[in-house]
């Protein structure tokens, strides 16, 4: 008698039983977000972006609503393309909604140490703490004596190579993070660590499977481990040296060291990680902020001057501004609130990832998925920003002219993921451009015929940071006063 007939039945209905039962308990399951119709091999994956893809998801939007559902290769993604829906998913429901996803180039390129891209867990935690503790507000209120000398000798730069004006604005980020987290002092035109580019090389690589790189791939991969390799273990070493010669540091990395040591504990390889993605953080995305204040600058001539004229007026022009001079100068705050959202540092932010399955507005989003903040999206809702795409820092006041309420930056990110250093950040970008504005016009270039050149606005680069492209322009003293303050700098850095 053959006994394996009824076997191959029983295990045939047992398979069968058990499709029936997915096949049921997926169409008890809420409809997934809408979105671009699927393939049935990769999903969406020919259908998402390769360059700027921000602009796409903007356009998606448009077609599909605020928020978008794709897959690739089985890998679901959720773009949020409105501030209402991030706040409700991505802080309201910041227990489900603040893990990373899993990005297999990270440890290929060596930024696997990168609490910005980590997953939720205890390493996790210990390192934001760290940078919570060094970059809360009172804490970042420290570091402003620091702040402002580096904008002093930016200022200085300007005065002496204006046409130069890219390199010096990476020399004043990089210089304001080097001294505040190592301690260490930067030179005018000092070339950074080149380990900091390495974040902005990856735009859309997070929709590869982890099998896909190749030999050009690997290649990158191996120079950008040794570069951030350099990035981490250089200025950190600078600052143990310096306290072994007993120099006194008020760094951050001084600091954490003091402490870890007083505890009797070891937290050497979480302090070299933290420094280092506060100078690869701080200094991009500085460098690209201040950078599209100049460039707005340059088109918006009576902008720039309407703001001249609140400094001079408030300050007047026998001294540069200070910190204390901010509440003072709603104009220049709306200003820098405008340069935030017209170029946002960051239009698709940091993606977030789900912990557990999740249910909003009727629509399903499970475990795991890769969840995208349109903030580029956000900062072009024409019911929060009428003509989205014009510079008008006139927006942020209300009709009896006081500032409004808006004054997030989105940028920044969200929930308990939001940047730990956007105090500092922030402090860093105003001084830049207030310091700017009291001293130097800026104005678009001109040919040998004396024709202003024109600057494209959409010349930026793609990324997870998006600088402008270069451009050129004019700075130039505004009078000899200004130029004089400039100048009285240098003596107080001799």
């Not at 590869?208 to 990158?220: C, D, E, V, Y």
């Not at 340069?339 to 698709?348: A, G, I």
Request: glycine share 6%.
């Amino acid at each position: 008698m053959d006994y394996r007939a009824p076997l191959v039945l029983a295990a045939f209905v047992i398979v069968l039983l058990k499709c029936l039962q997915k096949l049921f308990s997926k169409q008890q399951l809420p409809p997934f977000p809408p979105g671009p119709s699927p393939q049935l091999l990769g999903g969406n994956f020919r259908d998402l972006p390769t360059k700027k893809p921000w602009l796409t998801y903007t356009e998606w939007g448009r077609r599909y609503g605020d928020l978008i559902h794709a897959s690739a290769f089985g890998q679901h993604i959720v773009i949020v393309n409105s501030v209402k829906t991030a706040v409700e998913l991505l802080e309201r429901r910041s227990h489900t909604y603040s893990d990373r996803p899993v990005l297999a180039m990270i440890d290929h390129i060596g930024w696997d140490f990168n609490v910005g891209f980590m997953r939720v867990g205890d390493r996790w935690r210990q390192q934001r703490r760290m940078l919570q503790q060094h970059f809360r507000p009172d804490a970042s209120r420290n570091y402003r004596p620091t702040q402002m000398n580096k904008v002093h000798r930016l200022l200085q730069g300007l005065l002496s190579n204006p046409q130069d004006f890219r390199e010096l604005v990476k020399t004043l980020a990089a210089a304001i993070i080097m001294s505040t987290v190592y301690g260490a002092v930067m030179k005018l035109g000092q070339s950074v660590f080149p380990g900091a580019a390495v974040v902005n090389a990856f735009p859309i690589l997070k929709h590869l499977p982890s099998w896909m790189p190749g030999a050009g791939f690997q290649r990158f991969a191996a120079e950008s481990r040794q570069m951030v390799q350099e990035m981490r273990e250089v200025p950190y070493n600078f600052v143990k040296q310096n306290m072994r010669d007993g120099v006194d540091s008020n760094s951050m990395v001084a600091k954490l060291l003091e402490a870890s040591q007083a505890r009797g504990r070891s937290d050497e390889d979480a302090i070299q990680d933290v420094a280092a993605v506060a100078y690869a953080a701080g200094a991009d995305t500085t460098v690209s902020a201040v950078a599209t204040f100049i460039l707005a600058m340059a088109v918006n001539p009576s902008i720039q001057k309407k703001a001249q004229v609140e400094i001079d007026t408030v300050i007047g022009s026998h001294r540069l501004p200070e910190f204390e001079d901010r509440p003072s100068l709603p104009f220049i705050e709306a200003l820098y609130r405008e340069v935030m959202r017209w170029k946002p540092v960051l239009p698709l932010g940091v993606a977030h990832a789900t912990s557990t399955h999740d249910i909003y507005n009727g629509y399903f989003i499970p475990k795991g998925t890769t969840v995208i903040s349109n903030i580029w999206a956000m900062t072009r809702d024409e019911s929060i920003y009428p003509e989205p795409d014009r510079f008008n820092p006139d927006r942020f006041f209300t009709a009896d002219g006081t500032l409004n309420d808006d004054d997030t930056v989105l940028t920044f990110g969200f929930g308990r993921r939001i940047c730990p250093g956007r105090h500092s950040a922030d402090a860093a970008v105003w001084a830049a451009m207030v310091s700017i504005l009291a001293t130097f016009n800026i104005a678009k270039a001109k040919d040998s015929a004396g024709n202003e050149i024109d600057i494209d606005l959409d010349n930026y680069s793609d990324g997870l940071v998006s600088h402008p492209l270069p451009f050129a322009c004019s700075i130039t003293p505004r009078s000899d006063a200004a130029k004089s303050l400039v100048q009285a700098t240098e003596a107080l850095d001799a």
